[in-house]
């Protein structure tokens, strides 16, 4: 990938702007909270949030417990974005994610869902760079520590808000150097099994696609339906927590289907960019945290 630079961020973003594509706004990231909000859904996952016109706060609104931002490092700075087509310098981690979180919790007397004390992730993919882009994210993330769960002296302290690294994997090797971290990485079916601790990895995510043929018709395969509870089998008894992306997203029984037998063998977070499609879907079944 070229070099990113803000100048080609401005130019890029100029054009987008002058060719009329509606990117939401930094500007959503001040919306209010909600003095109490929905009760939180602890499979929801928000897929790509910031696309949504509101980031955060529109899953937020929905319950999730789970949102996910890519970033890119760009002249120092980590701008929120899908490819870098689309990036755009008013849109920083900071601004869509950081700085809002910490408001909330703030408001919410040290949670992000008020009156639930059971913790926001905050999944965060760098998409590229990895050891550049996490050193700036542990810096920005620093500046925050009150908000985030953390490890030190061998132990994880739980906060409002628990980080987990996600997409290059080069971040892996300054993140397991630290002593002391305020972030956690996302790891692949292949760290199943291995001496990487859950203080280090505690979620585990896939492509449905590149594990599982089927999506949603018809009957699922025995031997797939096995491999999946044995995989989350294997998570859960390592003490982690297991994800799948490029599951089927477009409403229909297919979809269900999938987020059926997901949540029957156990998988902890249903990926979605429908967020009222799955909010829905999760509430007819009172899949819900309980109160504290």
């Known amino acids: 990938m070229a ?78 974005a899908h490819e870098p087509a689309t990036l755009d310098p008013n849109r920083t981690l900071a601004s869509l994610y950081l700085d809002p979180l910490a408001a909330l919790v703030r408001a919410g007397h040290g949670s992000v869902h008020p009156h639930h004390r059971a913790p926001l992730q905050l999944l965060i993919d760098i998409k590229a760079d990895g050891v550049a882009a996490y050193r700036e994210l542990d810096r920005q993330l620093r500046r925050h520590h009150r908000l985030f769960t953390r490890y030190q002296h061998g132990r994880v302290v739980p906060r409002a808000v628990t980080a987990v690294i996600s997409g290059d994997r080069a971040a892996r090797a300054p993140m397991e150097a630290q002593r002391t971290r305020l972030a956690f990485y996302d790891g692949r079916l292949d760290d199943l099994g291995t001496p990487a601790p859950a203080s280090f990895a505690p979620l585990v995510s896939a492509n449905w696609t590149q594990s599982f043929g089927w999506l949603g018709a018809g009957p699922f395969p025995r031997a797939e339906r096995d491999r999946l509870r044995s995989l989350v089998t294997t998570a859960h008894r390592e003490g982690r927590r297991i994800r799948f992306w490029a599951t089927p997203d477009v409403a229909g029984p297919e979809r269900e289907a999938v987020w059926s037998e997901l949540l029957a063998a156990g998988v902890d977070h249903l990926n979605t960019d429908d967020l009222a499609g799955l909010e829905r879907f999760l509430r007819a079944r009172r899949n819900t945290m309980p109160t504290p």
């Open 3 to 80: 070099h990113v630079t803000r100048r080609r961020v401005l130019t890029v973003a100029l054009a987008t702007a002058a060719a009329g594509v509606a990117v939401p706004t930094a500007t959503a990231a001040a919306a209010p909270a909600r003095p109490r909000g929905p009760r939180p859904i602890r499979h929801a996952h928000a897929h790509n949030d910031y696309l949504h016109p509101r980031p955060l706060h529109d899953a937020l609104a929905h319950g999730f417990t789970s949102v996910e931002a890519d970033i890119f490092l760009v002249d120092g700075e980590l701008l929120v």
